[in-house]
C-alpha cells in the first residue's frame, strides 16, 4: 500500500464516522491507529530511501569531485564538440 493510499483509507474512516456510518467505539479506534501506524512506517520507508539515494554523493570526497567539473568543463568547451549544446538539452527542458 502507498503512502496516498493509506490517506485515503484513514480519510475514508473518518468520513464514514462524521456522516454517522460507524459508530466511534474501540474497534473503530484500533483500526485508525493501525492505519495510521502504517502510514508512519511508509513515512519511515520514504525517508529511508531518500537517505540511500543520497549515500553514494556522501562517499566523494570534495577532490574527487573537483576532478569531475574539471573534466567536464574540459569536455563542454572542446572546440568543433557538440557535447555542450547536447549536455544543455539534457538539463534544460523550457526556454523562458
Not at 8 to 13: G, K
Not at 50 to 62: H, S, W
Not at 78 to 91: A, C, I, V
Request: aromatic share 6%; with cysteine; charged share 30%.
Amino acid at each position: 500500500m502507498n503512502l496516498s493510499s493509506q490517506n485515503w483509507a484513514v480519510h475514508c474512516l473518518y468520513e464514514a464516522v462524521e456522516k454517522g456510518l460507524l459508530p466511534l467505539d474501540g474497534t473503530l479506534h484500533e483500526r485508525v491507529n493501525r492505519q495510521k501506524e502504517r502510514r508512519q512506517e511508509i513515512l519511515a520507508e520514504m525517508a529511508g530511501l531518500q537517505r540511500q539515494k543520497e549515500l553514494p554523493l556522501t562517499g566523494m570526497g570534495v577532490r574527487r569531485i573537483r576532478s569531475f567539473c574539471a573534466a567536464l568543463k574540459e569536455k563542454l568547451l572542446e572546440k568543433g564538440s557538440n557535447s555542450g549544446k547536447e549536455y544543455l538539452k539534457l538539463l534544460v527542458t523550457e526556454f523562458v
